[in-house]
Nanobody
Framework: QVQLVESGGGLVQAGGSLRLSCAAS????????MGWFRQAPGKEREFVAA????????YYADSVKGRFTISRDNAKNTVYLQMNSLKPEDTAVYYC????????????????????WGQGTQVTVSS
């Protein structure tokens, strides 16, 4: 079992920045790829960013490319999502997710491939 806890959400004005954190505990000795997803009211959960176990490979949704940066610190079992130049359309609940037992450079954008999910953190961007 892996437990994921997100933090760092909040209310920010358009153009501002936030950094989300996702702390993993439990079976963290296994290699795992990580992803960030978000869900706005009335919409389906969508992919935001993903990172491989090694951190050497990352991938972003077109809507956040150039504004968001995903990173990880395996010594701290923590993944981050730095969000800059935030827009009102970024408003959503943000979730981190983990896929266990992967190769060092594996990542996925497929929501159904992830094994564990956090409880989510709210990000609200005002115009």
């Amino acid at each position: 079992q892996v437990q994921l806890v997100e933090s760092g959400g909040g209310l920010v004005q358009a153009g501002g920045s936030l950094r989300l954190s996702c702390a993993a505990s439990g079976r963290t000795f296994s290699s795992y790829a990580m992803g960030w997803f978000r869900q706005a009211p009335g919409k389906e959960r969508e992919f935001v960013a993903a990172i491989s176990w090694s951190g050497g490979r990352t991938y972003y949704a077109d809507s956040v490319k150039g504004r968001f940066t995903i990173s990880r610190d395996n010594a701290k079992n923590t993944v981050y999502l730095q969000m800059n130049s935030l827009k009102p359309e970024d408003t959503a609940v943000y979730y981190c997710a983990a896929k266990l037992f992967v190769g060092s450079y594996y990542y996925t954008t497929n929501i159904y491939e992830y094994d564990y999910w956090g409880q989510g953190t709210q990000v609200t961007v005002s115009s």
